[in-house]
């Protein structure tokens, strides 16, 4: 059975540590089973990313179907699995060892129903979508096949019955304070990076933040200090804003660097370094891909949700390019150790990517 062959794969990936920039034994290990269905062109490219072509009938445009490799969670994470009849726990099941197995699972399928597609799929195992992966991974699989497929497909584990066609726009800044320092009682009076990086926290969470379009600034970090009984001569934070709207975001990353720029003074020196930033586009709702995948969802008796999220179709979103994330079943605890899978939807959520898949090439005469 097809979906207990993509369970079980998805449990052998779950267990291979890939934090985001160390993802290599996973690709290598994703990079290894293309070869051994016997895809085409299975490697790894200059970022990372593992490959691999399933041939087609025709000359018609590819279309591309990835899942990422990487995970939020350290190497030394205790990665212990639980599987029960209806759901399987573990941290990174489904963000996204799920995704990575349905890759497969496609291929299964298709073989099985004998069915040879009008054109190439290229099946993509990215790097660095969590974190600080900046989607480089994408952005080289974007690089590389441009405007000529058909679409983009991107996969997760979790969330079935959601279509984002919408890419939610993320800035991302390590905000880093510098002062003299000193001992906590013969140089009192000194400037302290701590405090004065806690004062930015202040101003930063008072900024007015719409709720029409969403939009969010969260702290994630905060590093710095030497000991109990010393002025912090070093201290930064790692801070990440989003909005539904690029001008929104645009105007809130101004007043960010506004406020960075004026808690400059004597003793003290801030300093804004961009590490992150997610482009936001979006295909509107009645673009043909996008019905596609609603009717979809609705021939299988699920209902739809489109919308919008953070995630690798960002980047062919970004560039007009027709995009939709899709997920496989459904789940919780996401980028928790308690994370868990329903087996259950699964067989659904194949069908949905089989069912995509296969009529896909109908949406450039839609």
């Known amino acids: 059975m097809i979906t207990q062959r993509v369970l079980d794969l998805a449990c052998?990936?779950?267990?291979i540590a890939s934090p985001t920039l160390f993802e290599s034994r996973r690709a290598e290990f994703i990079r290894d089973q293309f070869a051994k269905e016997g895809l085409a062109d299975a490697s790894l490219d200059a970022a990372g990313n593992a490959l691999a072509r399933l041939p087609g009938a025709g000359n018609a445009p590819p279309l591309v179907v990835s899942a990422h490799l990487d995970t939020v969670f350290p190497q030394e994470t205790n990665l212990h699995l639980r599987r029960q009849e209806d759901h399987i726990y573990g941290p990174g099941i489904g963000d996204n060892s799920l995704g990575l197995a349905s890759l497969f699972g496609l291929v299964w399928m298709?073989?099985?129903?004998?069915?040879?597609?009008?054109?190439?799929?290229?099946?993509?195992?990215?790097?660095?979508?969590?974190?600080?992966?900046?989607?480089?991974?994408?952005?080289?699989?974007?690089?590389?096949?441009?405007?000529?497929?058909?679409?983009?497909?991107?996969?997760?584990?979790?969330?079935?019955?959601?279509?984002?066609?919408?890419?939610?726009?993320?800035?991302?800044?390590?905000?880093?304070?510098?002062?003299?320092?000193?001992?906590?009682?013969?140089?009192?009076?000194r400037p302290s990076a701590i405090h004065e990086?806690?004062?930015?926290?202040?101003?930063?969470?008072?900024?007015?933040?719409?709720?029409?379009?969403?939009?969010?600034?969260?702290?994630?970090?905060?590093?710095?200090?030497t000991s109990v009984n010393t002025i912090a001569a070093k201290a930064s934070l790692d801070l990440d804003l989003r909005s539904e709207s690029h001008s929104t975001l645009s105007g809130l990353t101004l007043q960010v660097e506004t406020l960075v720029r004026n808690a400059n003074r004597p003793g003290v020196r801030t300093v804004c370094e961009n590490i992150g930033r997610r482009p936001s586009g979006e295909i509107p709702i009645d673009h043909p891909l996008v019905k596609l995948a609603m009717q979809t969802l609705r021939g299988l008796k699920i209902t739809p949700t489109p919308g919008i999220g953070s995630t690798d179709a960002n980047v062919p979103l970004s560039l007009g390019f027709p995009a939709i994330c899709i997920a496989m079943t459904t789940g919780s605890g996401s980028h928790t150790p308690a994370e868990f899978i329903r087996t259950g939807p699964l067989?659904?959520?194949?069908?949905?990517?089989?069912?995509?898949?296969?009529?896909?090439?109908?949406?450039?005469?839609?």
């Open 12 to 15: 052998s990936i779950q267990q």
């Open 110 to 189: 298709l073989r099985d129903a004998h069915i040879v597609l009008p054109a190439d799929v290229w099946l993509a195992a990215d790097v660095g979508e969590e974190g600080l992966g900046n989607l480089r991974g994408m952005r080289a699989v974007v690089d590389r096949f441009g405007n000529t497929p058909v679409a983009y497909v991107i996969l997760e584990g979790m969330g079935l019955g959601e279509v984002f066609h919408r890419g939610l726009g993320v800035q991302r800044y390590r905000i880093s304070v510098q002062t003299e320092g000193g001992h906590s009682w013969n140089d009192y009076g």
């Open 197 to 225: 990086l806690a004062c930015l926290v202040t101003q930063l969470i008072t900024l007015p933040i719409p709720h029409d379009p969403r939009t969010s600034i969260n702290v994630g970090v905060i590093t710095g200090g």
């Open 347 to 366: 067989a659904k959520g194949l069908e949905q990517l089989f069912l995509i898949a296969t009529k896909v090439w109908q949406i450039e005469s839609a």
